[in-house]
């Protein structure tokens, strides 16, 4: 079965900072990774994607994900971080009947 | 574009009633549709999909049923509400091999 764990229940860092939130998969055959973020009492938005190609995704205000196939992760950054950042992150993968298993997800808190 | 929307945003109901939310999308055709819980804002388990009218697959057992009477409609129903059918609830929409787009939720208290 594909799975996705995210080790981190909460990440700290100061606005400007450089935001890492991991996440590791596992899966059989070629994954399908996904990263969402939410806000408080809000459905999840879309991040980004890997499929294939381009071990650097790029995706939505200013965040983007390294996949890595020999550590299998998949890890969300962000170079700078802001404030409106803080919000809870969730990785998620896709299985072969295209439904989504999501991590529990990583609450991230940027302090001024 | 396309849109999601659910109804209603918030919800408190006593145990033993009847439960049902709707929700509806905009702009696609035949997308495959969810319903997921999210219980504590942390993580989600996927309640019900379907990939058609009329077509309903369950995950989980319980008390809860799904039905998809229209190609953009998706309904979340019970008969009976449990305490622990209180959470976040998220419809979601994607194309068949695309990503999932969630609708703004609805938060059910069951008291």
């Known amino acids: 079965a594909q799975s996705v764990a995210q080790p981190e229940d909460q990440v700290n860092v100061a606005e400007g900072n450089p935001l890492t939130v991991k996440c590791t998969y596992s899966?059989?055959?070629?994954?399908?990774l996904f990263w969402y973020v939410q806000y408080p009492n809000r459905g999840l938005q879309f991040l980004l994607k890997?499929?294939?190609?381009?071990?650097l995704v790029k995706g939505s205000y200013g965040f983007e994900a390294e996949f890595n196939k020999s550590q299998t992760s998949f890890h969300l950054k962000k170079p700078s971080a802001l404030v409106s950042d803080s919000a809870s992150y969730f990785c998620?993968?896709?299985?072969?009947?295209?439904?989504?298993?999501f991590g529990a997800g990583t609450t991230v808190t940027v302090r001024a | 574009s396309q849109t999601i929307h659910q109804w209603p945003a918030t919800l408190v109901q006593p145990v033993g009633s009847p439960l049902s939310l709707e929700c509806t999308v905009e702009?696609?055709?035949?997308?495959?549709l969810y319903w997921y819980r999210q219980a504590a804002g942390r993580g989600l388990q996927l309640l019900f999909y379907?990939?058609?009218?009329?077509?309903i697959s369950s995950e989980v057992p319980q008390n809860l049923s799904a039905s998809r009477p229209q190609d953009r409609q998706f309904i979340l129903s019970s008969k009976k509400l449990l305490l622990s059918d209180s959470g976040f609830y998220l419809c979601?929409?994607?194309?068949?091999?695309?990503?999932?787009?969630f609708g703004p939720g609805t938060r059910l208290t069951v008291l």
């Open positions: 979601a929409w994607s194309k068949v091999r695309g990503e999932q787009f």
């Open positions: 899966v059989s055959g070629n994954p399908y």
């Open positions: 890997y499929i294939t190609g381009d071990n």
């Open positions: 998620a993968v896709r299985d072969p009947d295209y439904k989504l298993s």
């Open positions: 702009g696609t055709s035949n997308p495959n």
């Open positions: 379907s990939v058609g009218i009329g077509q």
